[in-house]
């Protein structure tokens, strides 16, 4: 069984940094692209970062370039995402989730809630 | 604002079908597949459909997927009160500094 399940989420304040991990199981991680997508309270999906299996093509949102970076080991079978220069705009449950082929996410994890306010 | 547009509500008696729109553009739906999301209040979203009308083991037939063009339709025929949920269409876009994009959700109300 495919699960995904992120960590590192919690209350920091603006400009602060946090990194949130995804540690998957149940699938070989190196084999897939992997991406996050985040929420807003209240709001829709906004994907936020996205890496290949190798690490070769990395992609990033206009919103979180220069702030965010992604990053994988798959010797670890974990998902990263190291976030710096925090805005309150960047409020949100943060989910990880695995890319297959050239299709959107399929399995998602639970999710992780990341607050950034004074 | 989202790149794909859903309306923001539907709504529908049990028994009923419902269809929910995602319409996009020729670098996003027009070139890639489509899948949609069920997403339960204070839950992560759960994939419903890919690759335009494929269901993953598990999801009952009641739930469909199409696409035409730049634009792709989930039906839910059957309507049960356990459907309330929002529903949001996702793709990949080739646009630069964009790789998957998502609709802004659609909020299905089973009356």
């Known amino acids: 069984e495919v699960q995904l399940v992120e960590s590192g989420g919690g209350l920091v304040k603006p400009g602060g940094s946090l990194r949130l991990s995804c540690a998957a199981s149940?699938?070989?991680?190196?084999?897939?692209?992997m991406t996050w997508v985040r929420q807003a309270p209240g709001k829709g999906l906004e994907w936020v970062s996205s890496?290949?299996?190798?690490?070769?093509?990395?992609y990033y949102a206009d919103s979180v370039k220069g702030r965010f970076t992604i990053s994988r080991d798959n010797a670890k079978n974990s998902l990263y995402l190291q976030m710096n220069s925090l805005r309150a705009e960047d409020t949100a449950v943060y989910y990880c989730?695995?890319?297959?082929?050239?299709?959107?996410?399929?399995?998602w994890g639970q999710g992780t809630l990341v607050t950034v306010s004074s | 604002q989202s790149v794909l547009t859903q309306p923001p509500s539907v709504s529908a008696a049990p028994g009923q079908k419902v269809t929910i729109s995602c319409s996009g553009s020729?670098?996003?739906?027009?070139?890639?597949?489509v899948s949609w999301y069920q997403q339960l209040p204070g839950t992560a979203p759960k994939l419903l459909i890919y690759d335009n009308d494929k269901r993953p083991s598990g999801i009952p037939d009641r739930f469909s997927g199409s696409k035409s063009g730049t634009s792709a339709t989930l039906g839910i025929t059957g309507l049960q009160t356990g459907d309330e949920a929002a529903y949001y269409c996702?793709?990949?876009?080739?646009?630069?500094?964009?790789?998957?994009?998502f609709g802004g959700g659609t909020k299905l109300t089973v009356l």
């Open positions: 890496i290949s299996s190798s690490s070769s093509y990395i």
């Open positions: 020729s670098s996003n739906i027009g070139n890639n597949y």
């Open positions: 989730a695995r890319l297959t082929g050239s299709s959107p996410p399929d399995y």
């Open positions: 996702g793709t990949w876009d080739s646009s630069p500094s964009v790789h998957v994009v």
């Open positions: 149940g699938f070989t991680l190196r084999s897939n692209s």
